[in-house]
């Protein structure tokens, strides 16, 4: 079965600098992989996707994900955080041999941003 | 772009009754989810329907039921809440194909936040 792994509950950064969220996940092959971000109070909005070809992916609002696939993982990237970045923040992936396009989320990372 | 509404931001119930929580999309996706989020666990998937009048347990269907009987509207059914169904619920939609013939990812509503009493 796919698990996903989002190893950081908190993690607090700095208006300006850079930021890292880290993803593995577990499964046989490459699933579908996404980013999804949770403002407060609202649903859950795509980032990015990976589904294959070029393991850079860009994304909304500056972000970006880089796909490893020796270490399982997919780590989202910003390289100046802004205080509106301040939101929950979940990896996901899917089995692309799947049906229904299930996907399998992450425990969620939630980003503070300070002054 | 996609719509996924759900009717209530937030509603407040007792133990006991029986709640019903709707969900609209207006993309004529084929696919609807319903998932339970709750601090440190992440969402969950409760159940999930790929057409209409189908539908297929997720991982917490207890003490759930769905309904589809049309395309764009799919509702979660607690049968008699309880205090541990006090959660945050979204619903998603998806299609397994788009224009482009691609696989698309799950378009979310903005939640309920339902509480038991």
């Known amino acids: 079965a796919q698990s996903v792994t989002q190893p950081d509950i908190h993690i607090t950064v700095s208006e300006g600098a850079s930021l890292e969220l880290r993803c593995n996940y577990s499964y046989g092959a490459t699933p579908y992989l996404f980013w999804y971000v949770q403002s407060p109070g609202q649903g859950l909005q795509l980032l990015l996707k990976y589904f294959s070809g070029d393991t850079l992916v860009q994304g909304i609002k500056g972000f970006e994900a880089e796909f490893k696939r020796s270490q399982s993982s997919f780590n989202l990237r910003k390289p100046s955080v802004h205080w509106s970045d301040a939101a929950e923040y979940f990896c996901a992936v899917r089995d692309p041999n799947g049906s229904f396009q299930k996907l399998v989320f992450g425990t969620g990372t939630r980003l503070l941003v300070s002054p | 772009d996609v719509k996924v509404t759900q009717s209530s931001r937030y509603l407040v119930k007792r133990t006991g009754e029986k709640v019903f929580l709707e969900c609209v999309q207006d993309?004529?996706?084929?696919?609807m989810f319903w998932y339970r989020q709750d601090p440190g666990l992440g969402l969950r998937l409760i159940y999930f329907?790929?057409?209409?009048?189908?539908?297929e347990k997720g991982d917490i269907p207890e003490g759930y039921s769905v309904s589809r009987e049309k395309k764009e509207r799919f509702s979660l059914i607690l049968e008699s809440a309880s205090t541990n169904q006090t959660s945050m619920y979204l619903c998603?939609?998806?299609?397994?194909?788009?224009?482009?013939?691609?696989?698309?990812?799950?378009?979310f509503g903005d939640g309920t936040r339902l509480s038991i009493l």
């Open positions: 329907s790929y057409d209409v009048k189908m539908k």
């Open positions: 998603a939609s998806s299609s397994p194909r788009d224009r482009d013939n691609s696989n698309q990812p799950q378009h």
């Open positions: 993309m004529d996706h084929e696919n």
